[in-house]
Structure formats: C-alpha cells, structure tokens
Nanobody, 127 residues
C-alpha cells in the first residue's frame, strides 16, 4: 500500500508559476512509475505528465508541453510538477498517481493503469 500526498497548489495569476509535490509513504518509490493528472469541474480526468521509475523518461500532454516539467527525487520519495506560464484553463485539481513496476508510452496516459492515487491539490489561475 502506498499513500500519496500532494501539496503546493494555490491561487496564482496567469503567467505565474507553482511547484506541486507528491510525497509517497513508500521507501521504494523507485519501484513505481508516476503520473500527474488533473480534473476541472464538469470535465473528465486528464493526463498531464508521467515519469519512469528512475526518471530517465518523461511524457507530457500536448496542452502543457514546454510549460510543465515533471521530475522525481527517489531519495526523498517525492515527485514534482513544475507549472510555468500558467493559464486560466490550467485551473483544476491536480493529483499524482503511482503504478507498481513501470509503464511504457501511451500507458502513462491511462488512469486505469495506476494502482494508487493521492487526494489532489487545487490549482486556480486567475486572468
């Protein structure tokens, strides 16, 4: 069982930045592929970014490419999502998710592939 706790959300003006953190209870975070998803009110959950177990491979949604950066520090059992150049349409609840063993390619984008989820942290971008 892995518990995931997100932090770092908040209210920011358009063009601003935030860094989200996802702290895991597992001491073997390197065994898990990780992903970030978001969900806005009335919309489906949307893939944002994914990272392989050791951080060598990352995947980004087209909507955030060049603006958001996923990274991880397995020694600290933490995964990060740096959000730059924020837009009002980025407003959503952001959640991290963990998949035991690894994921490849498009599998990162599917919520059903993940084993554990955090509760989420709200990001609100004002215009």
């Amino acid at each position: 069982q892995v518990q995931l706790v997100e932090s770092g959300g908040g209210l920011v003006q358009a063009g601003g930045s935030l860094r989200l953190s996802c702290a895991a209870s597992s001491r073997t975070l390197s065994s898990y592929a990780m992903g970030w998803f978001r969900q806005a009110p009335g919309k489906e959950r949307e893939f944002v970014a994914g990272i392989s177990r050791r951080g060598g491979t990352t995947y980004d949604a087209d909507s955030v490419k060049g603006r958001f950066t996923i990274s991880r520090d397995n020694a600290k059992n933490t995964v990060y999502l740096l959000l730059d150049s924020l837009r009002p349409e980025d407003t959503a609840a952001y959640s991290c998710a963990a998949k035991f063993t690894n994921l490849v390619g498009s599998n990162f984008r599917s919520p059903s592939q993940y084993d554990y989820w955090g509760q989420g942290t709200q990001v609100t971008v004002s215009s």
